[in-house]
């Protein structure tokens, strides 16, 4: 295993030097034998950090050294989790080779090179000012795409198709929520309530004002805003599972435990920085309905997200697919939606107003048989089968059908075998391969215009406060 010459220039410091071949080397055979997240994002020349969107828009921010320090360690840990993933991914004997070349444990010196890089770069302005300058993400948005299916002129029929399925979509919600079609039985589903568990208050905040809540603090933010499912099963494509790989390489969902992924996320909101809570179930597939069903393949994956204001109160819940699609925005009240957004190119959907929940409600979301669109939102005494909840790094290890287990994603993000028809239509809006499933941090969720759904700055650019 022979390392390849290390260009970033860290003078005679042997230690630092070291560090960059490990690196070198732990990249290369993650490589060819493990997993290798795609996002968090890697930020060239700095193997020890990683960055989201979020931790990205503080690159060009004027911080003083005690938040440029809170920087710094978040891009840390952010690499740091990407790590622990790409070891759990290799088997024993190639960790073991690794190993007995530096004669170190691995995830321990992981963090002894943090501390050597961090102490060179730090004591650099050069070196610092060549970080602000690489963490800038990239757009998910392919500009040669757009460019061969010249974009300007193809745009036209795909922004037309999107006012008609907006202007159904809010058909669909003017509805009486007794009129909704049930095509099957409704199956709640729910992440187990418990008794006296308090909402945590405010939260701490870093010196870059980022809330920082403790685990005890973040479960119980999960489970207190935690949805109940309320989903019209016709079929086990519309129960929530565990997603596998057949043996053949072919992706699925295991129904026999109802699962949802979680993570934290952030974003900003009037020069405050707000968190986020990610809920993710896995669908078996979105049926094809016909023989001309672009929609339709294997895997669906839909998200909720919540945005907690800086008083713990929901600010906003918004949805999507895990192709990136069907972005649905459900304000409170606090919230209208600018006027220059109504003429957006594709303008964000709104299909109605959060609802309020007294005490003891919870939110139910209606899901659609099927396509799994939400098709309403409404407080109810919740109830519903034991929705268990893991972790979203454990879809970095899906298991195989007789043992073995990978990621659930390519190296560039996209779920193998959940493609869709649709990608022939679609691909000059600049989205790869558009309607299938994709990881976190991936999702361009508009075809008409720019937009991602973790974009730092998305609720600034959208809504404003109501006076």
Request: glycine share 6%; with cysteine.
């Amino acid at each position: 295993m022979q390392s390849q010459p290390i260009t970033l220039s860290v003078g005679g410091n042997a230690a630092a030097k070291r560090c960059l071949e490990f690196y070198d080397d732990l990249d290369k055979v993650v490589s060819e034998y493990g997993v290798s997240p795609s996002r968090p994002e890697r930020i060239t020349g700095f193997p020890y950090l990683r960055m989201t969107r979020f931790l990205a828009s503080f690159s060009q921010q004027n911080l003083d050294d005690a938040a440029l320090q809170s920087w710094l360690m978040r891009l840390v840990d952010l690499d740091q989790q990407a790590r622990s993933i790409e070891l759990a991914s290799l088997e024993s004997s190639v960790k073991s080779e690794l190993k007995s070349i530096y004669d170190v444990d691995l995830a321990g010196f992981l963090t002894e090179c943090v501390e050597t890089l961090l102490s060179v770069d730090r004591a650099n302005p050069e070196r610092m000012a060549l970080l602000r300058n690489r963490a800038v993400t990239n757009s998910e948005y392919l500009l040669l795409n757009q460019i061969l299916g010249l974009y300007p002129l193809s745009s036209i029929p795909v922004k037309m198709g999107i006012r008609r399925y907006h202007e159904k979509t809010l058909a669909v919600y003017a509805e009486p929520l007794e009129m909704l079609p049930i095509y099957g039985q409704l199956h709640r589903f729910q992440i187990p309530r418990e008794d006296g568990i308090d909402p945590p208050g405010m939260l701490v905040r870093d010196d870059l004002g980022i809330p920082n809540p403790t685990g005890t603090q973040l479960q119980a933010l999960f489970k207190i805003h935690a949805p109940v499912w309320e989903i019209d099963v016709v079929g086990s494509y519309d129960l929530p599972g565990k997603p596998f790989w057949h043996a053949e390489g072919k992706p699925d969902v295991d129904h026999s435990i109802a699962l949802v992924y979680h993570y934290p996320s952030y974003t900003h909101w009037q020069d405050r920085a707000l968190l986020q809570l990610n809920y993710l179930i896995w669908f078996s597939e979105r049926p094809r309905v016909s023989t001309y069903d672009i929609f339709g393949g294997k895997l669906d994956g839909l998200l909720w997200r919540v945005t907690l204001n800086t008083d713990g109160t929901v600010l906003i819940y918004d949805s999507m697919h895990a192709c990136g699609c069907y972005h649905y925005f459900f304000p409170t009240t606090a919230l209208a939606l600018r006027p220059e957004a109504k003429h957006l190119p594709e303008p964000p959907l709104l299909p109605q107003l959060a609802p309020q929940l007294a005490a003891g409600k919870s939110l139910v979301i209606r899901v659609a048989t099927g396509n799994h669109y939400i098709q309403r939102l409404y407080a109810d005494t919740p109830s519903g089968q034991p929705l268990h909840w893991r972790k979203y790094r454990e879809l970095y290890a899906t298991p195989f059908v007789g043992g073995g287990q990978r990621s659930l994603f390519r190296s560039d993000g996209l779920v193998a075998g959940s493609v869709r028809l649709e990608r022939w239509l679609l691909w000059p809006m600049g989205i790869p391969s558009p309607g299938a499933m994709r990881e976190r941090g991936r999702q361009a969720t508009a075809f008409v215009g720019l937009r991602h759904f973790d974009d730092a700055q998305l609720l600034n650019h959208l809504f404003e406060p109501v006076q």
